[in-house]
């Protein structure tokens, strides 16, 4: 009965050991041919990557990263002298051996203690060989354009080697068994897209595939892609992939990508921290965006996500300066109907927005002496001066109180559009239309729906074209 007891302690003081020496990361390194240098255990987050730890090297080239807290998992880095890196796989056990030559680190890198990493290298050697064979044969299809033979047999060729390409991504992920590795590796496998069969006599038979196609890449464009796993959160892949499908796949259409959000957040939400990181991404996205008509997706980004209380990693002061500006926004987006604008004007009569009946109206909120609109207002008045017979208006809005100063330049640049003159703006102007710099531009259609905001002078020739050629 003793000896049963003393095992048990014994047995316990072992597990507890065994624990305790295996808690938290410890990475040791070797770099034969670095003495005394410092190098750098770094991590991927978003598009950008930042230092985690730092450590010393010796004379014979040997350090420990390590700490007590564990690291978050994904695809980090070991960055050496000389802008070097290798990446590396944090996932469940982060404690082993690491050992390369500086000279020819790549080549030379070796795991002790990490299988996982050992075949992580080993699919980085054989994955960048089959691209590089890949390449070899699109340039080769790029030198032989003019020769049908040619071009044939390297069709065939690239084909089979896509396939190869692709085989090999399924035996990597069969292989690792749902490991760091293998969701890794899924994310990366090309979505197989079915051929679609068109009904015979069908109008437009490539359009419609194309549709069918575009659609199915679309619905299907995260399957590969756990959007519950936040170890991607420490990849470059989530951030790629969310890019890519909101600036390539998507039509560029407020509408067309706010549908698409709608069904990518419930995808996410279950995880608090890659909700966060998209919601973020979106966020940043679309306020930074240049695209006219993106200011509606923002809208709703800050209603459905950020001002509802969903984004609780922001402050109150946050939300409060993001509810003033989304007020801005909302009076003026593209589609809507333009608020009336009622004013005092140049002739000393008073004019109203709606009143003109023309198939284009163009806001034009500008100073006398803004050194910008200096540039921007000739210009307008010359292609006014062309285009005021073909259905075009120009209600220009003085968004300075000195009253000389618009008075001298209409009358020095004889400025026959409509000048209204609002110094106290009573009309809040500044507010419907979110007047906060000039020159600023707006076009309306006859039924003063905004089509275009924040154009340049120049573009606006083009944009009416445009719009009279598809648009109607």
Known sequence: MKKTFLGFILLMITVSSFSQTKSGYNISITVTGLQDSAIFLAYHYGDKQYIKDTVKLDKKGYGVFKDQEVLPQGIYMIVLPGKKYFEIL????????????????????????????????EYQKKWGA????????????????????SLRILTGKQKLQEENMKAYLKEVIKDNNNNLLSTLVKALLPLEVPEFVVPAGAPNPDSIKWIKKYNYNKDHFFDNLDL????????????????????????????????EIDKLIPKCQS??????????????????????????????????????????????????????????????????????????????????????EKDFTIIYFWEPDCGHCKEATPKLKTFYEKARNEGIEVFAVCTTGDRQAWTKYIEDNKLIWINGWDPDRASHFDYYYNVQSTPLIYILDRNKTIIAKKLSVEDIPSFINNYRRFAR
């Open 90 to 121: 944090i996932s469940e056990d982060q404690h082993f051996i690491i050992t390369c030559l500086y000279k020819d680190y790549f080549n030379t890198l070796r795991f002790s203690g990490s299988e996982e990493n050992s075949y992580f290298l």
């Open 130 to 149: 089959m691209q590089q064979k890949a390449s070899g044969i699109v340039k080769r299809i790029q030198n032989n354009k003019q020769n049908s033979d």
């Open 228 to 259: 519950t796993d936040e170890r991607l959160l420490r990849t470059p892949i989530l951030y790629a992939r969310l890019e890519a499908f909101f600036t390539n796949v998507v039509i560029q259409y407020p509408d067309s990508i706010n549908k």
């Open 271 to 356: 995880n608090s921290k890659i909700f966060q990181f998209i919601s973020v991404y979106l966020f940043n996205h679309f306020r930074e965006s240049e695209i006219m008509g993106h200011d509606a997706v923002l809208v709703k980004i800050a209603d459905d996500i950020y001002l509802s209380g969903k984004a609780d990693w922001v402050s109150k002061e946050f939300k409060d300066d993001l509810r003033k500006q989304i007020e801005l926004l909302r009076h003026n987006l593209i589609g809507m109907k333009a608020e009336n604008l009622v004013m005092d004007s140049f002739k000393g009569i008073f004019v109203s927005l709606y009143d003109i």
